[in-house]
């Protein structure tokens, strides 16, 4: 009675926590607020199974899904590692787990101690200790660059070690157990006369590594004719649970003392308590994506921006924070990793954006300052495409940091760098983003123009810095000190394509390029930091390549802006 009861809380867990997580993505969103989302996923299932999509669909699940393809292509230990997971899990569930619901109802001869049932137990446990042993060994031992491992991550391993080697070791306690054989023989040989009942158990422990203090293994005619009549129907010798056998061999010294102190039943609990455990806790733990992972793979082949409605979309990204493995292919592949050693701002890594970005979707409340290291993670994203291509499970990561950027603007957070060329895939996604798409931009401008005042007042007295001053401050390379050899030609200013869009560009731009490199030589840095010119480069090097003095133009006004966004980030 009381296993029924950890058997149907276990469930009901289970498929709570599933209903739960199922109503977030349907709730929770980074930045789209679109009602129906429910009806709209429906309406798009029902579309995709009756159109051609669905030919897609199947693809999508025989080779992303069920071969893992995308993971072959980055990673074959990886994918080794993963198969071995994922099929071991697979087929221990259905012939193991659910064996007296499902393989029973395909073979009518069913027993779990009978082959090749007993032999495939045992292999299909094998390839999942092996594939997390790998999986271990990948995180903590091949030390890959960049690649995070998480509490969860160690969590999620080790009680699958818990799980697979629980198993092993109960069945392992079983095979030598005087005990178990004993309630076999009540059970299924019940009325053997005394000699019967001793040869047959000489012919167990010899034959099938039962431990039975007193009796020595042997195998004469009449045992083996006693347990072919009473045995062999149900039982296939233990050696063929190869790894069972293994363990029963290696505890035979202790095997009555473990038999008599009740192990085969409590270590029986212990397995099932894992198991019935690791069910219950599948939908908030990372085992969730053995569920959502799958179901990403299949939403992306059929989904994609422009075609499919704002809410499907919407729901996708939900279910895609719910489907990383936290694998960090995205992390070692990105372009922008190496700055997470100059920053300190692990939001830059794509990996580690992931669980920020859930905590942002769920409208949980986040302190000032992970709020600005989310959008400088995202911003610093070049869109090289990496991550989306390489992602296993098959997220579209640039449209997440898409999203969790135009989030984390319409919450009123400003960042230089929405000025700076990494805002390009930005501005070629305008139109998406809709009439927000000027407010971050007009106001980090205002915040910049209030910050570096320069000269606004008439007749204000420039205030001259002692010489070198600026010069100094600008090392982070030789090519940005070159400004000082300026002479003022105007070269670069009539090579720049941004002052030849307008009739009066100094009333625009505040300060034109020549201009810019005279107050750095006077060593005005709030005069340089506070041009619009600065904000409006776009850093095509027209001025630089026309300079006659060698000036290092563009280089300079890198340094400026890094500069300037230091200063605002209140670090200069």
């Not at 071969?67 to 259905?94: A, K, N, P, S």
């Not at 921006?305 to 990204?317: D, V």
């Not at 996604?429 to 927000?436: D, H, R, T």
């Not at 005042?453 to 008439?458: Q, V």
Request: proline share 5%; hydrophobic share 45%.
């Amino acid at each position: 009675m009381t296993l029924s009861v950890f058997i149907y809380l276990a469930l009901l867990v289970f498929l709570g926590g599933l209903l739960w997580r199922a109503s977030r993505w349907f709730r929770g969103s980074l930045r789209r607020k679109e009602g129906g989302r429910l009806p709209s996923a429906i309406k798009g299932i029902v579309g995709t199974l009756f159109s051609p999509r669905l030919l897609i669909l199947l693809k999508a699940l025989i080779l992303d899904v069920i071969l893992q393809r995308r993971t072959f292509r980055e990673d074959r230990f990886r994918w080794v590692m993963h198969i071995l997971i994922y099929w071991g899990f697979i087929l221990l569930i259905l012939m193991h787990a659910l064996g007296r619901y499902l393989t029973v109802s395909l073979f009518e001869d069913y027993l779990p101690t009978l082959n090749p049932f007993l032999f495939l137990r045992d292999l299909f446990g094998a390839m999942v200790l092996l594939g997390a042993l790998m999986a271990a060994f990948r995180r903590w031992m091949l030390r890959i660059p960049r690649l995070i491992s998480s509490r969860m991550d160690l969590f999620v391993i080790l009680f699958t070690l818990l799980i697979i080697l629980s198993g092993f070791l109960l069945q392992g306690v079983k095979i030598t157990s005087q005990g178990t054989f004993e309630g076999m023989v009540r059970e299924y040989a019940e009325g053997l006369e005394e000699e019967e009942l001793r040869v047959l158990k000489a012919y167990w422990v010899k034959e099938f590594g039962v431990v039975i203090p007193g009796v020595k293994g042997e195998v004469t005619d009449l045992g083996r004719g006693v347990h072919e009549e009473s045995c062999a129907g149900c039982h296939s010798p233990s050696r063929w649970a190869f790894l069972s056998y293994g363990v029963s061999r290696g505890i035979t010294p202790i095997a009555p003392k473990l038999d008599k102190a009740g192990f085969p039943k409590g270590l029986f609990f212990v397995h099932l308590l894992a198991v019935l455990l690791g069910l219950a806790l599948l939908p908030f733990t990372k085992f969730l994506h053995l569920v959502t992972s799958p179901l990403s793979l299949l939403l992306n082949a059929v989904m994609e921006r422009g075609r499919s409605t704002p809410a499907n979309l919407a729901t996708k990204q939900m279910i895609e924070l719910d489907a990383c493995t936290h694998c960090g292919t995205c992390t070692v592949r990105c372009s922008m990793a190496p700055l997470v050693e100059e920053m300190g701002n692990l939001q830059i890594l794509p990996s580690e954006k992931i669980q920020a970005l859930k905590a942002l979707a769920s409208g949980r409340d986040l302190p000032e300052d992970q709020l600005h290291e989310i959008l400088e993670g995202v911003h610093l994203c070049t869109n090289c495409y990496r991550c989306t291509v390489t992602c296993p499970v098959g997220i579209n990561l640039q449209d997440l940091w898409f999203e969790a950027k135009e989030a984390l603007f319409s919450r009123g957070l400003l960042d230089p760098l929405a000025l700076s060329p990494l805002s390009f895939f930005r501005g070629l996604m305008k139109e998406e983003v809709g009439e927000g798409y000027e407010t971050p931009i007009t106001r980090i401008k205002e915040v910049i123009e209030d910050t570096f005042p320069g000269i606004r007042e008439p007749g204000k007295e420039i205030e001259v810095p002692a010489e070198g001053v600026l010069q100094e401050e600008l090392s982070l390379s030789v090519d940005a000190s070159t400004f000082y050899v300026c002479f003022g030609c105007q070269t670069c200013t009539n090579a720049c394509p941004v002052v030849a869009q307008y009739e009066e560009p100094q009333e625009v731009l505040g300060m034109l390029p020549h201009q810019i490199m005279h107050v750095c030589a006077l060593g005005l840095k709030d005069l340089a930091l506070g041009s619009k010119m600065l904000w409006d480069c776009l850093t095509c090097y027209q001025c630089q390549e026309q300079c006659p003095q060698g000036v290092q133009i563009t280089d300079v006004f890198y340094e400026l802006k890094g500069m300037a966004a230091a200063q605002l980030r209140g670090s200069g």
